[in-house]
């Protein structure tokens, strides 16, 4: 009988908990989550990385970097994604004959998975993700025909308010490359950006009461 009474007590306290995590959880998604849309436009400002070609050489070089935003918040984490039309300049070296070089830009479409952290009351955030890069014109020569690139991406973002922030963001090239070495073209961008959230959706009341358990 003591074997089975302790079964019991066991059991019980495991359903207990589970009931505590449960409704802790539900009340966590409850307080905190959050839809958000929103548009992003800014400057883009680095250059290209000749992998094959050690003669081809790349400055500094501006372009722009606009599109839409989706992200999704739980308390103070975020996941974000979206679509971005990005125009990575750069200063081609060595096919002008003057002294200036040549500006080009390599044309991608750009869809980005970035994990945020806020912090100090939701003023800042820090963001790491990958972006995932299609090209478009002019072509970078990607060996085996492969028109995509797979850049890592570091991100730290000023709230100004609930509605605009101000982004600070370093992207860096060839992740797929350091696997299969199948890029000929590498790009190391920073960009700065303002962001607008336009549409919000809270889908609970923010609430800090824990149900109580029975």
């Not at 089975?4 to 989550?33: A, E, G, H, Q, W």
């Not at 000749?50 to 400055?59: H, I, K, R």
């Not at 090209?135 to 605009?164: C, H």
């Amino acid at each position: 009988m003591l074997i089975d009474s302790s079964l019991i007590i066991v059991k019980i306290n495991m359903r207990n908990s589970i009931k505590t995590l449960l409704f802790t959880t539900l009340c966590v998604v409850d307080c905190y989550s959050q839809l958000k849309i929103g548009l992003k436009g800014g400057i883009n400002y680095g250059k290209a990385i000749s992998n094959l070609y050690p003669n081809e050489t790349y400055s500094n070089a501006i372009g722009y970097r606009a599109g839409l935003t989706i992200g999704y918040k739980i308390t103070s984490w975020e996941i974000s994604t979206g679509g971005l039309l990005s125009f990575r300049g750069a200063c081609d070296n060595f096919s002008s004959q003057s002294s200036n070089c040549w500006s080009t830009h390599f044309i991608f479409i750009e869809i980005p998975i970035i994990i945020y952290k806020s912090f100090y009351s939701d003023k800042f955030k820090i963001g790491i993700g990958l972006v995932n890069g299609f090209t478009g014109s002019p072509p970078i020569n990607l060996i085996d025909d492969r028109e995509f690139e797979v850049d890592g991406e570091i991100l730290l973002a000023w709230n100004i308010t609930k509605r605009f922030n101000l982004e600070l963001s370093y992207l860096f090239g060839g992740i797929a490359n350091s696997l299969s070495d199948r890029d000929t073209h590498l790009f190391s961008v920073g960009n700065l950006s303002f962001n607008y959230t336009f549409f919000k959706h809270s889908f609970r009341k923010q609430s800090n009461k824990v149900p109580k358990l029975n």
